[in-house]
C-alpha cells in the first residue's frame, strides 16, 4: 500500500504564489508516476502536472504552463507543485497521485493507483 500526504495549502491572493508538497511512503515501484490533481466545487477533476521519478519527463495542463512547476526530491520521494502568478480559478482542492509508468497517460487520473486526501488552495483579495 502506499501513502502520500499533502501539505502547503492555504489562502493566498491573486498574483501570489504557494508551493505545495507531497510525500509519499509504503511499497515502491521500479517506475512509477506522481501527478497533481485538482478539482474546484461543482467542476470535474483536471490534470495539473505530473513528473515522471526515473528521468524525470514533465507534463503540464495548458492551463498551468509558465506558471506551476513540478519537481522532486528523490531521497525523500517527496513531490512539489510550485505554483506562481496564481489567479482565482486556480481555486480548488489539489490531490497527489502516485501510478505506475506505463499505466496510461500521465493526463488521466485512471493512470493513478494511489491519491492523497487533497489540500485546499483558495486564491482570493
Known amino acids: 500500500q502506499v501513502k502520500l500526504v499533502e501539505s502547503g495549502g492555504g489562502l493566498v491572493q491573486p498574483g501570489g504564489s504557494l508551493r505545495l508538497s507531497c510525500a509519499a511512503s509504503?511499497?515502491?515501484?521500479?517506475?512509477?508516476?506522481m501527478g497533481w490533481f485538482r478539482q474546484a466545487p461543482g467542476k470535474e477533476r483536471e490534470f495539473v502536472a505530473a513528473i515522471n521519478w526515473t528521468g524525470g519527463r514533465t507534463y503540464y495542463a495548458d492551463s498551468v504552463k509558465g506558471r506551476f512547476t513540478i519537481f522532486k526530491d528523490n531521497g525523500k520521494i517527496t513531490v512539489y507543485l510550485q505554483m506562481n502568478s496564481l489567479k482565482p480559478e486556480d481555486t480548488a482542492v489539489y490531490y497527489c497521485?502516485?501510478?505506475?509508468?506505463?499505466?496510461?497517460?500521465?493526463?488521466?487520473?485512471?493512470?493513478?493507483?494511489?491519491r492523497g486526501q487533497g489540500t485546499q488552495v483558495t486564491v482570493s483579495s
Open positions: 497521485a502516485l501510478g505506475v509508468v506505463g499505466s496510461g497517460a500521465a493526463g488521466l487520473a485512471g493512470s493513478y493507483n494511489y
Open positions: 509504503g511499497r515502491t515501484f521500479s517506475s512509477y508516476r
